[in-house]
Nanobody
Framework: QVQLVESGGGLVQTGASLKLSCVYSGRAFGRYAMGWFRQTPGKEREFVSA????????SYDDSVKGRFTISRDDGTTTLFLQMNNLKPEDTAVYYC???????????????????WGQGTQVTVSS
């Protein structure tokens, strides 16, 4: 019932910045825990960052802490991921996800999310 559409990926050099967007829709005035995950060929989808269903309590994987910032704008129903000081290791398809229900904690596990976007490619060259 929740639709997610990512955008903002691209090809950049090491040290550059990108801002990913995820426009979401669902039940009117519904609130969802939301997060960003990334995946490279041959690897499982890994956690990047997430917010709780109220849009607070941000959490980050250690690999992106201090470089990435997650935020949400409920007025435009958009989830953002500001990515600074990008590294080649950040190259992946990035997915946004939403979780229904009333869990108040930030959700860090991909298996706990119910809805996924189709992904946006981020490629970082040296």
């Amino acid at each position: 019932q929740v639709q997610l559409v990512e955008s903002g990926g691209g090809l950049v050099q090491t040290g550059a910045s990108l801002k990913l967007s995820c426009v979401y829709s669902g039940r009117a005035f519904g609130r969802y825990a939301m997060g960003w995950f990334r995946q490279t060929p041959g690897k499982e989808r890994e956690f990047v960052s997430a917010l709780n269903r109220r849009g607070g309590n941000p959490s980050y994987d250690d690999s992106v802490k201090g470089r990435f910032t997650i935020s949400r704008d409920d007025g435009t129903t958009t989830l953002f991921l500001q990515m600074n000081n990008l590294k080649p290791e950040d190259t992946a398809v990035y997915y946004c996800a939403a979780r229904s229900g009333h869990t108040e904690a930030t959700v860090l596990w991909a298996d706990e999310y119910d809805y996924w976007g189709q992904g946006t490619q981020v490629t970082v060259s040296s």
